[in-house]
Every structure is written in structure tokens, then in C-alpha cells.
């Protein structure tokens, strides 16, 4: 099954980024992160406007205040928006400029959201819960898709293992399950799979060489003074490096990337 976010499709033949801040902190950081992503051919921008945060002490998002910069910077880029809600109310609220709703790994068990976000048309990005068994992700999709709702994307953002040397495990094994065993496409977050941004390219190309139909990866203009998950941001130079070996990858698979910006497929320029 195919789905659209914008004008791209996200479980055909070709390989969809979805890339931007973990928050939006500014406009300016907003329109940097956007305008970067694009050039380096992302197709759609994600970027949090609520944030699930362990402390409530850490920044929760500019929630309502930051809607009027957001629509501004996301039509100068022509690109569509992927963002989480966290309450059923914030869906109204952001639905007019949102293009595919993301339900968080804390909230993949909120039953009630999952009902409320199947009476919509647009696409829900599934992150899967870091203690959640596969059969349990796929049943928190089938909630959304029960109410009408069948444009449901998965996502693997990592799960906790015994391991403590990264942020979480990066599950591949659930990827070409749910590839497998579902009728949903299976994109991975590769951000919060890791948690250290050294790493995150690896695990990118390797989720490619796995079939999945896509990524949503954290890139920050400034990762040292990002207010949310900095230690795992790309900076947009390495958002730009990473995309350059990731058609290489898809291409050993016969596969290409969809890119925003026309650009022609720059790995024939770079091998
Ligand atoms: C995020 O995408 O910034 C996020 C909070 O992810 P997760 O819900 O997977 O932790
Ligand atoms: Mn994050």
C-alpha cells in the first residue's frame, strides 16, 4: 500500500527522507533547517511543535505561538509537514497546515488519539512504542485504520534493550517484518533509534539496504545549542554527506531517492 504525505508517495517503488528539527525553536532556525533539507533533496520536513520530554522542566514546544512562522516557512519551501500531536485537541488545531499527523512512541498505546486520528484523511506516522512488541504496534495501527483512516505509516524508532551504550536498538528485524507481514509502509527513525548523530548515517543506509520505504532523521543548523535532542541532530553538512552515499545505496538496490528540489540525481555527478 502506498500513501501520500504532500505530493510524495511513501510505500511505492522510491525512497521518501523526512527531515528537520526534533523541535521548532524559531522561525529562523526553522526556515535554515527547511531550506537546507530541501537543497540536499529531503522530501518533506518534520518538526515537533509539542514535545513528549522525560523532565517537565525540558522545553515543551512553542505549541499555538509558533503556527503563523510555520506556515510561512513551509510554503517559502514548497515542502509538506509531518508533526506529533500529543492530545486529541492539538489535532484540530494544527490540521490545516499539517500534512501527516505523527503519533509519538509514548502515545502509540493511546487508544483514545489512535480513534480520534482514524476519523481523519490524513496520513498518521506510527512510531512504535521502545517496549512495544511488533503484534502490538500492528494493532495500534488497526486501531486508526478502524475508524476509516487506512493511510497509516510505520515507523521503528528503536526499542530498549540491556544495551545503554546508544540512546536505544535500532530493531531492523521489525522493519522487514511489518514489510512483510503488514500492508503498511514501514519507514525508520533513525535519530532516536541511536541517539549519538556520529552514528546516524550508518544505520540510514543499512534501513535502505533493508527495504524500508523511508526515513525521518533530526537535522539541527546547530546542534550544540539545539533545545531538544541535540546530540543526535545532523548538522545540515552531514544531512548533505549522508544523502550523497544514500543513493548510492538505493541505487545498488534499484531504487532511487524522491527529491523536493529537481535536482538531478547528483550521485552520477559524485561517483
Ligand atoms: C520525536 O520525533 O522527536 C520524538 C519525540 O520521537 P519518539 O516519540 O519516537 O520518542
Ligand atoms: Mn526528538
Not at 58 to 70: E, N, P, T, V
Request: one cysteine or more.
Amino acid at each position: 500500500m502506498s500513501i501520500k504525505i504532500g505530493d510524495f508517495v511513501i510505500g511505492g517503488p522510491d525512497f521518501t527522507v523526512i527531515a528537520g528539527p526534533c523541535s521548532i525553536e524559531s522561525e529562523e532556525q526553522f526556515r535554515t533547517t527547511s531550506l537546507g533539507v530541501k537543497k540536499s533533496g529531503a522530501a518533506a520536513l518534520r518538526g515537533g511543535i509539542w514535545k513528549m520530554r522525560t523532565s517537565p522542566t525540558a522545553f515543551q514546544g512553542l505549541g499555538s505561538s509558533s503556527f503563523d512562522f510555520i506556515k510561512k516557512v513551509k510554503a517559502e519551501a514548497g515542502m509538506p509537514l509531518v508533526s506529533e500531536v500529543t492530545d486529541i485537541r492539538q489535532i484540530e488545531e494544527i490540521h490545516s497546515f499539517v500534512d501527516a499527523f505523527q503519533v509519538g512512541a509514548r502515545n502509540m498505546h493511546n487508544y483514545s488519539l489512535l480513534k480520534e486520528l482514524g476519523k481523519q484523511e490524513k496520513p498518521v506516522l506510527l512510531k512504535r512504542n521502545f517496549s512495544a512488541f511488533i503484534d502490538e504496534w500492528l494493532k495500534a495501527a488497526d486501531y486508526v485504520t478502524a475508524g476509516g483512516n487506512t493511510n497509516v505509516i510505520l515507523c521503528e524508532r528503536g526499542i530498549r534493550t540491556f544495551e545503554t551504550a546508544t540512546r536505544n536498538t535500532l530493531d531492523l528485524n521489525a522493519v522487514v517484518y511489518a514489510k512483510k507481514h503488514s500492508s503498511f509502509p514501514v519507514i525508520v527513525d533513525p535519530s532516536h533509534a541511536v541517539g549519538i548523530s556520529d552514528l546516524v548515517p550508518q544505520l540510514c543506509y543499512a534501513s535502505a539496504a533493508a527495504g524500508a520505504d523511508g526515513l525521518i532523521i533530526e537535522v539541527h543548523p546547530n546542534p550544540r545549542v539545539a533545545l531538544s535532542d541535540g546530540q543526535q541532530a545532523l548538522t545540515l553538512e552531514t544531512f548533505d554527506q549522508m544523502m550523497i552515499q544514500l543513493e548510492k545505496v538505493l541505487f545498488a538496490f534499484d531504487r532511487k531517492l524522491q527529491r523536493n528540489n529537481n535536482s538531478a540525481v547528483r550521485m552520477l555527478k559524485n561517483v
